[in-house]
């Protein structure tokens, strides 16, 4: 059965340092990997994407996201961290049937200034 | 672009009583969703609509929890009789039929039990 892992609950960065919020994942065939983000009483939305092709993927805000298949990580990433990134980041996978998402616990990012 | 709209934002009930959600999503998506999030986790799929069918329904506690979506449109999520352990944000999304993982979230209602 397909799985997520988020092992950080909660990831601290200073303002204007990179950030890493990881993930790392279990299929049984090619994976389909997504990241969302979650600000305060706001629904998720969407970041960014792997399906195919290069390993690293850019996506919304300046994140982007590598993909390591020998790992199984698709680890989020973003170069120079923003007080505004401050949100709740989720890992998601797709399903085995009906494009069901499998979801992550979610990772609070909290950037301090 | 409109987004995913939800209705209403928080509802305050009484365990045993009865609850209604309501989702309408972005224009011409197909596919509609129902999540539960509790708190501290990931949302978890409660119910899938392609235009007014059922794909998926799987995880949807059928004695208590009904949903429907007659016009392959809006949709109504309800709980009847409600239990303390249905409190949680109950999410709505929708996305197009060819890129089902692409999912577009409304903002949620927090549903409060007591």
């Known amino acids: 059965a397909q799985s997520v892992a988020q092992p950080e609950d909660q990831v601290n960065v200073a303002e204007g340092n990179p950030l890493t919020v990881k993930c790392t994942y279990s299929?049984?065939?090619?994976?389909?990997l997504f990241w969302y983000v979650q600000y305060p009483n706001r629904g998720l939305q969407f970041l960014l994407k792997?399906?195919?092709?290069d390993n690293l993927v850019k996506g919304s805000y300046g994140f982007e996201a590598e993909f390591n298949k020998s790992q199984t990580s698709f680890h989020l990433k973003k170069p120079s961290a923003l007080v505004s990134d401050s949100a709740l980041y989720f890992c998601?996978?797709?399903?085995?049937?009906?494009?069901?998402?499998?979801w992550g616990a979610g990772t609070k990012l909290i950037i301090k200034p | 672009e409109a987004g995913v709209a939800q209705s209403p934002r928080y509802k305050i009930i009484e365990k045993r009583q009865s609850v209604a959600f309501w989702c309408n999503p972005i224009?011409?998506?197909?596919?509609l969703y129902w999540y539960q999030q509790i708190l501290g986790q990931g949302p978890k799929l409660l119910i899938q609509?392609?235009?007014?069918?059922?794909?998926?329904d799987s995880q949807l506690p059928k004695d208590r929890f009904s949903a429907e979506r007659l016009k392959g449109v809006d949709s109504t999520l309800k709980i009847q009789p409600a239990k303390l352990e249905d409190s949680a944000v109950y999410l709505c999304?929708?996305?197009?039929?060819?890129?089902?993982?692409?999912?577009?979230f409304g903002p949620g209602t927090r549903l409060t039990v007591t």
């Open positions: 609509f392609q235009n007014n069918g059922v794909v998926d």
């Open positions: 792997y399906i195919t092709g």
């Open positions: 999304a929708s996305s197009w039929a060819s890129e089902r993982y692409e999912q577009y």
């Open positions: 224009s011409g998506h197909a596919t």
């Open positions: 299929v049984s065939g090619n994976p389909y």
């Open positions: 998601a996978v797709g399903g085995d049937s009906n494009y069901q998402l499998i």
